[in-house]
């Protein structure tokens, strides 16, 4: 099956600080992609959805000036936490959309555990 | 509004069969889908249902009713591996997947 990696995996920063998360498709080409965040067991809530060349939708809630999305190519989008408060420890996952699968079915990369100090 | 109603949490013993339902109201369909999501890890693909009917692979089989927005997932043979959170997904008329909370699955021995 399609594969979307994820990077990095775990990643520490201090508050105040911006951080940076990649998340790549990489057999096949995702013009739309979905950025998550995950809370202690609770459900994936949709953060934004980011379309390559194109402004990202944010869903309601969502402040798009701390998370920055930017969908350059058809295989990366990067999610940037921008002025990291603890706050926003999370588990941040992405997925992609194949354009010639079903118009549903979402790889995921592995996820993005976020710890803000 | 639009959503998604799952079971929280659910225990079976291993070897055994458990079903869990999902039941849904949105503003149009365009398939359901099952996907199995470990502790600390991302979701993964399990099934896709937009005809009525079961669909069946290997030891997880998945049922749609359109008429009643009503689906369920069957597992059988439960191994201590299946033990993990099990979310059902509708796309939506402008192809947005509605999630559910998950229905987090308990296996004991």
């Known amino acids: 099956g399609a594969v979307v990696s994820q990077h990095p995996s775990w990643v520490i920063c201090k508050s105040g600080t911006s951080v940076k998360i990649e998340c790549r498709s990489l057999d096949f080409q995702a013009t739309t992609m979905f950025w998550y965040r995950q809370f202690p067991k609770q459900s994936l809530m949709l953060m934004a959805t980011s379309n390559e060349g194109s402004k990202a939708t944010y869903e309601q809630g969502v402040e798009k000036d701390k998370f920055l999305i930017n969908h350059a190519s058809l295989t990366l989008s990067t999610l940037t936490v921008t002025s990291a408060h603890p706050e926003d420890s999370s588990f941040y996952i992405c997925?992609?959309?194949?354009?010639?699968?079903?118009?549903?079915?979402?790889?995921f990369g592995e996820g993005s555990r976020l710890t803000v100090l | 509004g639009q959503n998604i109603d799952q079971p929280t949490e659910m225990t079976a013993t291993e070897g055994a069969i458990v079903q869990i339902n999902c039941t849904y109201q949105?503003?149009?369909?365009?398939?359901l889908f099952w996907y199995q999501q470990h502790a600390g890890e991302a979701p993964t693909f399990l099934s896709y249902n937009v005809l009525d009917g079961l669909e069946e692979k290997g030891r997880f089989s998945s049922f749609l009713s359109r008429s009643k927005g009503y689906s369920y997932l069957l597992l059988k043979e439960l191994q201590m591996k299946d033990s993990a959170s099990y979310l059902c997904?509708?796309?939506?008329?402008?192809?947005?997947?509605?999630w559910g909370a998950g229905t987090k699955l308990i296996i004991k021995p």
């Open positions: 997925s992609a959309r194949d354009a010639g699968g079903h118009a549903g079915e979402l790889f």
């Open positions: 949105t503003s149009g369909f365009n398939g």
């Open positions: 997904a509708v796309m939506d008329s402008n192809y947005q997947l509605i």
